[in-house]
């Protein structure tokens, strides 16, 4: 399988590393172009047969890498004389390009992810494009996707609009799956951009456009700050760690009481408010490179008091105002459901008894599989017994935070690993063992 590396930029942002004398993607980390750790990380998928898209001086590249050899690699160049942008290439690939899918990916990201479980999430649903998709940690000036229930792309949201809305922090990380069929978009050598002028028409025309959500490192080091803290979290192991080929460590989160004050059912935006911990207790999970991704029961929609639609935007304003701190969750999964009946207003298709519905561990085990977690390694941090529960049932270790309910549900008789005044201390005391 092939792999188009967009590696034409000038990298303006970072002229006082290159001094217009290095092309950007060539910029040093870690003692080695940062166009090599791309190509070390493509043949350790198998992905072997690598173009690179150049332009500011591309010579510099082509004197490099040569045809590649002395790589272990096959290596091919389009050379753009005038700039053409994120798809302009895409006139010149065609002639390049084997039928069926390829790699595509900016020249400025680091990265180390299994490409093998990404091309089967695209070949799995038949998609047309898919994008490697994650939150970040400013969502609030990037571009960001819109997706449905199936992870199908409904819209872009640029960082232009007047965002007077929640949203959900999930951001394009320039690392994507493509079809050939996608040159015929582009008949001619212009400058088009891949996102507005190619993608957003064929979403807009109804063809399969994915997000592949993953908690996998890819990020743009086109600043000096960001490629410091690449620096950083390659020293700290973090890069190779969250790559889904190992075994990740994760925090699953419960929410009310626990992330959020509690207030008994939450089902209007309004009654959300963070725990004045939870800002810094996200972040600390973030920096440790674990996973953090939240299990929460909510039975309002069972009973009748809301709509699914009305639970996911009480997930966007906290992806938001956890977004404006410069943190994120991996995941939030929920269960609406709830078994008993009798209530008056109660909506009889959530009324069933599920496998999701903590102290079962439906939503754990989903999370386990889409994200290869070691719940041996794992935890669940929760305000009730239920929660607690649900850790056991699952083979997690388990910590209870002394708010919300702080364990006065007495629905189940169970002992936590850890007694926590709050989700921060929790947070701290597992970093610490």
């Known amino acids: ?21 290095i092309p950007k993607p060539m910029i040093a980390v870690a003692g080695k172009p940062l166009l ?18 150049i332009g500011h001086l591309g010579g510099k590249i082509r004197e490099y890498f040569g045809d590649g ?18 798809a302009g290439s895409l006139y ?24 093998a479980r990404m091309l089967r999430f695209h070949e799995d649903r038949r998609a047309a494009a898919t994008l490697f998709v ?24 640029s960082k232009h609009n007047v965002r007077d809305y929640w949203y959900d922090n999930c951001v394009n990380a320039g690392l994507m799956v493509l079809d050939k069929s996608i040159c015929r978009y ?25 997000g592949y959500r993953s908690p996998e490192y890819v990020k743009d080091v086109g600043t000096v ?31 009310d009481g626990t992330i959020n004050r509690f207030r008994g059912l939450i089902y209007k935006e309004e009654d959300f408010d963070l725990e004045p911990c939870a800002v810094e207790a996200v972040r600390k999970i973030n920096e440790s490179g674990r996973l953090g991704i939240v299990a929460t029961n909510q039975p309002s929609v069972a009973r009748g008091l809301c709509e699914i639609s009305d639970i996911e935007k009480i997930h966007r304003k906290m992806s938001s105002l956890l977004g404006r701190e410069g943190v994120y969750l991996d995941d939030v999964l929920f269960c609406p459901h709830h078994p008993d009946k009798g209530y008056p207003e109660e909506n009889p298709a959530y009324k069933v008894a599920c496998e999701c519905r903590k102290p079962k561990i439906g939503m754990i085990q989903k999370a386990a599989k ?27 270790k388990t910590a209870l935070v002394l708010t919300g309910e702080a364990g006065q549900d007495k629905k189940y008789d169970v002992k936590p690993d850890l007694v926590c005044r709050d989700l921060l201390e929790a947070v701290e005391k597992i970093l610490a063992l």
């Not at 050899?69 to 994120?86: C, D, H, Q």
């Open 225 to 255: 700050e960001r490629i410091q803290q690449a620096l950083s979290d390659l020293e700290r192991g973090v890069i190779t760690g969250k790559c889904l080929k190992n075994r990740q460590k994760c925090m699953f989160l419960d929410r």
């Open 92 to 115: 010149y690939l065609r002639g390049m390009l084997e039928e069926g899918p390829f790699f595509m990916l900016s020249g400025d990201l680091f990265f180390d992810i299994d490409f």
């Open 186 to 210: 582009v008949p001619k050598p212009v400058k088009l951009s891949l996102e507005k002028d190619i993608l957003n028409g064929m979403i807009e025309a109804g063809e399969a456009v994915y």
């Open 134 to 157: 994650h939150p970040n940690g400013h969502p609030f000036d990037s571009d960001l996707l819109v997706l449905d229930e199936t992870d199908r792309i409904k819209k872009f949201d």
């Open 1 to 21: 399988m092939q792999a188009v590396i967009m590696a034409g930029g000038k990298g303006t942002r970072l002229a006082a590393l290159t001094k217009d004398e």
């Open 36 to 53: 090599l750790w791309q190509v070390e990380r493509l043949k350790e998928n198998g992905l072997t047969d690598v173009i690179l898209v």
């Open 69 to 86: 050899k002395a790589f272990g690699v096959r290596i091919r160049y389009v050379e753009e004389e005038t700039p053409l942008g994120t």
């Open 370 to 396: 889409r994200y290869h977690i070691d719940l041996s390694e794992s935890w669940m941090i929760g305000d009730t017994t239920t929660d607690i529960q649900t850790g056991i049932n699952a083979g997690l």
